[in-house]
C-alpha cells in the first residue's frame, strides 16, 4: 500500500533548500569579515572618512552574497534533478523546459488586482512631501539644462550631464508636457517614475511565476509572495530616490521574460 502524495516527503527538495538557507546565512556569518582596507590617503571629509571604511567593501560584500548562493544553488539543481544544464548545447539549457497551464487567467487578475492597489497607493500619498526649499547642489542639475536647451536649443553641448541624460534632462521633459518650469513637476515624475518600477516589477514577478511548473495553487501563492516582496523594495520620498535606469533595466527584463 503506497502512501498518500500528501505524506510523501522529497528528500531531495528538503536537502536542496536546506543547503541554500545555510549558504545565505554563511555569507551573513561572515559579512562583517569581508572589507577592503581604507584608504588612509584619503582626505575627502564624509561618511567613509569618518567611519574609517572603504566605500568598496559594500560592491564586494554583496557580491559574496548574491553569487555564492548562486553558484550554489547551479551546482545542487544540476546534481539532484538533472534538469537544468550549464551546456549552450543541451535541449534544458539554462531553464528545463516547462507545460504551460492554465493559470494565465487567474494570475492576469491578481495581477491587475496588485497594479491597481500599487495605482491606489501612488493617489493617496503625501504630495506635501514634494515642497520644500531647491536644493541648488542636487536638483539644479535637472533646471540647468532645461533652462540651457531653451537658450541654445542644444542637448549635449551646453550641459554636463553628471545624471544621465534621463536624470538631468526631467525638467526638459515636463516643460515639454506641461510648459512650465517647475522643480515641483520634476519632484512629481521622480515619484512617478517609482509607480512604473512597482508595475514592472509585478509584470516581471507574473512571468517568472508563469515559467515555473507549479500548481495553479502553488502559482497563486508565489506569485503574490514574489510580488508583494518585490514592490516594498522601492519606497517614495526616500533619500536618494531610485535612479530612473532601474526602470529601463525593469523594462529590458520584462521583454527578456516576454520573449
Not at 533548500?17 to 551573513?28: E, G, M, V
Not at 537544468?84 to 534544458?92: D, E, G, Q
Amino acid at each position: 500500500m503506497t502512501k498518500p502524495k500528501y505524506l510523501m516527503f522529497n528528500y531531495k527538495k528538503i536537502y536542496f533548500f536546506a543547503l541554500i538557507s545555510i549558504s545565505i546565512l554563511l555569507t551573513l556569518i561572515f559579512w562583517d569579515k569581508i572589507k577592503f582596507a581604507y584608504d588612509e590617503s584619503n582626505t575627502i571629509h564624509g561618511v567613509a572618512y569618518d567611519t574609517k571604511t572603504n566605500p568598496h567593501t559594500n560592491t564586494l560584500r554583496f557580491i559574496f552574497f548574491s553569487f555564492v548562493p548562486i553558484l550554489i544553488f547551479f551546482f545542487l539543481y544540476i546534481n539532484l534533478f538533472n534538469t537544468l544544464s550549464l551546456n549552450i548545447y543541451n535541449k534544458n539549457f539554462f531553464l528545463k523546459k516547462y507545460k504551460k497551464k492554465n493559470i494565465n487567467l487567474n494570475l492576469g487578475f491578481l495581477t491587475f488586482f496588485l497594479i491597481g492597489c500599487a495605482v491606489i497607493e501612488f493617489l493617496f500619498l503625501d504630495y506635501n512631501n514634494l515642497l520644500g526649499n531647491l536644493d541648488i547642489f542636487h536638483e539644479a542639475t535637472t533646471l540647468v539644462p532645461l533652462i540651457n536647451y531653451i537658450n541654445n536649443k542644444t542637448f549635449w553641448l551646453s550641459n554636463f550631464y553628471e545624471y544621465g541624460f534621463w536624470g538631468n534632462n526631467l525638467g526638459l521633459l515636463s516643460y515639454n508636457i506641461f510648459g512650465v518650469q517647475s522643480i515641483g513637476l520634476i519632484r512629481l515624475f521622480e515619484v512617478s517614475h517609482i509607480l512604473f518600477v512597482k508595475i514592472f516589477l509585478i509584470l516581471i514577478c507574473n512571468k517568472i511565476t508563469f515559467l515555473t511548473e507549479l500548481t495553479q495553487k502553488k502559482a497563486i501563492f508565489f506569485f503574490s509572495f514574489l510580488a508583494l516582496i518585490a514592490i516594498n523594495l522601492t519606497e517614495y520620498f526616500v533619500i536618494p530616490p531610485i535612479s530612473g535606469r532601474a526602470l529601463l533595466f525593469l523594462i529590458f527584463f520584462f521583454l527578456f521574460f516576454f520573449f
